[in-house]
Structures are given as structure tokens and as C-alpha cells.
């Protein structure tokens, strides 16, 4: 039995040696092929991401098949995301076209929130433990959420990823939430969304009551931010509109 065991430990460090190896040299042909480029459609879809926090590319988009998966990772300070295209194809199948942009966007957020480390440094240390990197998820997929919606997604749209890749089962030992904790960050995510959406709302009802009139402080009226009239120039910057400009 001891044989067995022993047998069974050492065939998983070959299989990871081995899986290491190949990703290396992988990254070191990548990294050499200053042309090599995404497929067009995932790419498209990187930038819309981006395009919604304004933020450049700052990592390479790298299609990586038989990994059924997407991973956010950095390689010798060069940060990347692996995407299996076969995979996200069958996902966007079974739910919808939005499920592939919040697997991107999850990666996506892995980065901005910090998450990656360096793939050799990381198969040399201790790594980190499920709870930390279920916190880790469930910040990814917040920012998947947040992304989603902005980009006009439901959240069912969004959701309907999760009835495909995760499970109500207990989390303790896994690396990754269970469903409901999934559910309930993405919903995090667009309610973020829609609470920029309701102060957007009160804005613009409030300018639609007021007139803007004292652009040039000759208006004498009295402003909001001082009380005092507009004719000495006293408005704040961000006026815009006086207590006695309301619109029939």
C-alpha cells in the first residue's frame, strides 16, 4: 500500500513537472513572437472590458487550447491571460454570448485587483490558501458583474454562467465559492451600476427643474452652494442652477 502511495505522489510531480515545463516553454515562444495576437473576436472583447474602466491593454490576450478554462497570470513581469476558445465557445452555447465576456472580464479583474503572481515564483512558494482564493474569485467576479452590466447585460444574462460551472456544494475545501456566494457578488457588481444609474437620474432631474442661466454670474439670483448672488461672481465651479430659475 505504501508502494502504492508512494508510486501515485511521484507520478503527480512528473505530471506537474511536466505541465510546468510545457507552459514554460510555451510562455518563451509567446514571448518571442512580438506579432502573436488573440483572435479577433475575443480581442474585440477585451477591449470593450477595458474600454469601460479605461484602462490600456497592459497584458497579452493568448489562446491556449485543451485547458477548458481561462487564466489570469504574469510571466517574467509580463502579465497575460490564456483563454481557451473551444471551451468559451461551448459555454456561450450552453448559456449565452455574454457568458464568454464575463469569463474575460473575471481574468480581467483578477489583474486589476492584484491577484496574479509571477507563474515560476508561484510553483516555488507555499501557496495560498482556498479561503484567500475564494476571496480572490468572488472580487473577480464582482468586477465581471460591474463590467457586464455597464456593457448592458441582465443580471440573468450574467448569471447563467454560474448554473453551468458551479455548484450549491460547501466550499470549505475548495478553491473555489459555492453558487449562491457567486451569484450574490456578481449581483454586488451591478448594483453597483445601477446605483451610479439612479445619482445619474437625480442629476439630470434636478437640471431639468433649473435653468443654467448664471453660467455667466449675471443671473442675480441666489446660488445653492453660497447663498449669494451671482452678479459678483460668486458661484462655485460646479453650479448649476439658482434657487429662483425653476423651469414652468
Same mark, same amino acid.
Given at each position: 500500500? &505504501?508502494?502504492?502511495?508512494?508510486?501515485?505522489?511521484?507520478?503527480?510531480?512528473?505530471?506537474?513537472?511536466?505541465?510546468?515545463?510545457?507552459?514554460?516553454?510555451?510562455?518563451?515562444?509567446?514571448?518571442?513572437?512580438?506579432?502573436? $495576437?488573440?483572435?479577433?473576436?475575443?480581442?474585440?472583447?477585451?477591449?470593450?472590458?477595458?474600454? +469601460?474602466?479605461? $484602462? =490600456?491593454? =497592459?497584458?497579452?490576450?493568448?489562446?491556449?487550447?485543451?485547458? !477548458?478554462?481561462? @487564466?489570469? @497570470?504574469?510571466? &517574467?513581469?509580463?502579465?497575460?491571460?490564456?483563454?481557451? &476558445?473551444?471551451?468559451?465557445?461551448?459555454?456561450?452555447? $450552453?448559456?449565452?454570448?455574454?457568458?464568454?465576456?464575463?469569463?474575460?472580464?473575471?481574468?480581467?479583474?483578477?489583474?486589476?485587483?492584484?491577484?496574479?503572481?509571477?507563474?515560476?515564483?508561484?510553483?516555488? +512558494?507555499?501557496?495560498?490558501?482556498?479561503?484567500?482564493?475564494?476571496? #480572490? #474569485?468572488?472580487?473577480?467576479?464582482?468586477? $465581471?458583474?460591474?463590467?457586464?452590466?455597464? @456593457?448592458?447585460?441582465?443580471?440573468?444574462?450574467?448569471?447563467?454562467?454560474?448554473?453551468?460551472?458551479?455548484?450549491?456544494?460547501?466550499?470549505?475545501?475548495?478553491?473555489?465559492?459555492?453558487?449562491?456566494?457567486?451569484?450574490?457578488?456578481?449581483?454586488?457588481?451591478?448594483?453597483?451600476?445601477?446605483?451610479?444609474?439612479?445619482?445619474?437620474?437625480?442629476?439630470?432631474?434636478?437640471? !431639468? &427643474?433649473?435653468?443654467?442661466?448664471?453660467?455667466?454670474?449675471?443671473?442675480?439670483?441666489?446660488?445653492?452652494? !453660497?447663498?449669494?448672488?451671482?452678479?459678483?461672481?460668486?458661484?462655485?465651479?460646479?453650479?448649476?442652477?439658482?434657487?429662483?430659475?425653476?423651469?414652468?
Amino acid at each position: 500500500m &505504501k508502494k502504492l502511495l508512494l508510486l501515485f505522489y511521484f507520478l503527480q510531480f512528473i505530471s506537474y513537472a511536466q505541465i510546468a515545463d510545457g507552459l514554460e516553454i510555451c510562455f518563451e515562444v509567446q514571448q518571442s513572437l512580438k506579432g502573436f $495576437a488573440a483572435e479577433k473576436e475575443a480581442d474585440d472583447a477585451l477591449n470593450e472590458i477595458l474600454a +469601460v474602466i479605461g $484602462a =490600456s491593454k =497592459s497584458f497579452y490576450l493568448i489562446p491556449c487550447d485543451k485547458i !477548458s478554462n481561462a @487564466l489570469a @497570470l504574469t510571466y &517574467k513581469g509580463e502579465r497575460f491571460i490564456l483563454y481557451d &476558445k473551444g471551451f468559451i465557445d461551448k459555454v456561450n452555447k $450552453a448559456t449565452n454570448d455574454w457568458s464568454g465576456k464575463f469569463i474575460l472580464a473575471h481574468e480581467v479583474g483578477h489583474h486589476i485587483n492584484g491577484h496574479t503572481r509571477d507563474f515560476l515564483i508561484a510553483s516555488l +512558494v507555499e501557496g495560498q490558501t482556498n479561503e484567500k482564493q475564494r476571496e #480572490e #474569485e468572488l472580487e473577480a467576479d464582482e468586477f $465581471a458583474g460591474f463590467i457586464l452590466a455597464k @456593457l448592458g447585460a441582465s443580471y440573468g444574462q450574467a448569471s447563467e454562467l454560474m448554473d453551468l460551472i458551479s455548484s450549491e456544494k460547501d466550499d470549505k475545501y475548495s478553491t473555489h465559492p459555492n453558487k449562491y456566494k457567486r451569484l450574490e457578488a456578481i449581483k454586488r457588481g451591478f448594483n453597483k451600476v445601477s446605483k451610479n444609474n439612479i445619482n445619474k437620474s437625480t442629476d439630470s432631474s434636478n437640471k !431639468s &427643474k433649473y435653468s443654467v442661466n448664471c453660467t455667466y454670474r449675471q443671473c442675480n439670483a441666489i446660488t445653492k452652494s !453660497s447663498n449669494k448672488r451671482c452678479k459678483r461672481c460668486v458661484s462655485e465651479a460646479d453650479d448649476f442652477q439658482c434657487f429662483q430659475h425653476k423651469l414652468n
